[in-house]
């Protein structure tokens, strides 16, 4: 059991199946001692709760509740998990004007309560979401911070452990850019127990090996694979969502790749996208800048292109509501 020095207090706003997976993760792992469920559904967050409760006596102790945007008011974190679903066949892109607009709501009713702590956005697209959400806020950057490709550097690690039968936890590597079609490898940084996958595996250039190629497709087009078989993805998210909360409220300075507003770095300007960042208790410390290759600098580039031009056209949508 964590012992907290204080009250570490998590709001969730939505409770359909990322939002649930997620409270399922925090009372697994003992992460926080409040929760509060929000969702324009009262009984569904009500039921949630209920559920979460019975399973007490098997977990950490926590408070668990259902609640209204009042609750917002004196949380450490808020992580926002509400919007409309990513259809089959449709890109998390197709989704930006539809959750802006759902999302200029959800933000100004946590706002108006007096919110003070740190957002963070989970609902698709995320890179968008979040720049919306810093516009609608005020806060901070470094206290507005999108999941972004926590998952897909996840599901990167896990397949690279699987091909090369070595445990997941001994295999880094990261996803970049927007957590979607545009994300990329960065083959350039990928190790294996410390030792680089170049010399691990003597590919001499992984874009052009088959294996490589067809493991980093089975990364980018997964949410597609999963959506068409079971409806939606959200294990794998509630349990990044989680491991960022840690990262959080434990103050723990860890590198996570999370959609963060970038001011220069990689020269990139005004645009939430997927990067390395070390993370703390007052949200974003600082983006870590890896060396890049040249193919993956213009890789990033091209991929911040086009969230910037999907940004801009979600801000121009809630600023004609």
Known sequence: MVNFSKTRKVVVIGTGFVGSSYAFALLN??????????????????????????????????????????????????????GANQAPGESRLDLVNKNAKIFKGIVNNI???????????????????????????????????????????ARFRYLLSEYFQVDSRNVHGYIMGEHG??????????????????RYTNLMDETINKDMTNLFE?????????????????????????????AILHNENSIVTISTLVQGEYGLDDVYIGV???????????????????????????????LKEMTGKALEAIKEE
């Open 29 to 82: 792992q003992g992460i926080t001692n409040e929760l509060v469920l929000i969702d324009l559904n009262r009984d569904k967050a009500e039921g949630e709760a209920r559920d979460l409760n019975h399973g007490m006596p098997f977990g950490s102790p926590m408070k668990i509740r259902a609640g209204d945007y009042e609750e917002c008011r004196d949380a450490d974190l808020v992580v926002i998990t509400a």
């Open 181 to 198: 079609d545009s994300e990329l490898p960065v083959w350039s940084h990928v190790q294996i127990g410390g030792v680089p996958l170049d």
């Open 276 to 306: 390395p960042t070390i993370v703390n208790e007052y949200g974003v410390r600082q983006i870590v800048e890896l060396q890049l290759t040249n193919t993956e600098q213009q890789q990033l580039r091209e991929s911040a292109a086009l």
């Open 218 to 246: 089975n990364v980018r087009d997964a949410a597609y694979h999963i959506i068409e078989q079971k409806g939606a993805t959200y294990y794998g998210i509630g349990m990044g969502l989680a491991r960022l909360t840690r």
């Open 111 to 153: 706002m108006e309560v007096g919110f003070n702590g740190i957002f963070v956005v989970a609902t698709n697209p995320v890179d968008i979401l979040s720049h919306v959400t810093l516009e609608v806020s005020g806060l901070p950057k470094e206290r507005v911070i999108g999941s972004g490709t926590i998952l897909d550097t």
